[in-house]
């Protein structure tokens, strides 16, 4: 069993910073992708940013030079910096992990989720 534990988010000024930081624990073989993605009321869940075991990095085109993610392979967790925020960064956002077992299974696996909220 594996469990995404997420932490930070919050309410922030316009051109503000909040940082979401995830930890994923359990019985873990090894993780290859940790992202982050985000759900906005009334809108898909969609992808913000998402960085491999051997550190090869996407960004959504929305968040380029705003947004920095990163993650510790020793400690598997996976950090987003948000710089610059804007209304429209306000959503939920989900840690996502794709997560290798012991056994050769695979699992892509989810936080609950934290809000951030862009707001004056």
């Known amino acids: 069993q594996v469990q995404l534990v997420e932490s930070g988010g919050g309410l922030v000024q316009p051109g503000g910073s909040l940082r979401v930081s995830c930890a994923a624990s359990?019985?873990?073989?090894?993780?290859?992708?940790m992202g982050w993605y985000r759900q906005a009321p009334g809108k898909q869940r969609e992808l913000v940013a998402v960085i491999t075991s051997g550190g090869r990095i996407n960004y959504a085109d929305f968040v380029k030079g705003r947004f920095t993610i990163s993650r510790d392979n020793a400690k598997n967790t996976v950090t987003l910096q948000m710089n610059s925020l804007r209304p429209e960064d306000t959503a939920v956002y989900y840690c996502?992990?794709?997560?290798?077992?012991?056994?050769?299974?695979?699992?892509?696996?989810w936080g609950q989720g934290t809000q951030v909220t862009v707001s004056s």
């Open positions: 359990g019985s873990i073989f090894s993780i290859n992708a």
């Open positions: 996502n992990a794709d997560i290798l077992y012991s056994s050769g299974s695979r699992v892509r696996a």
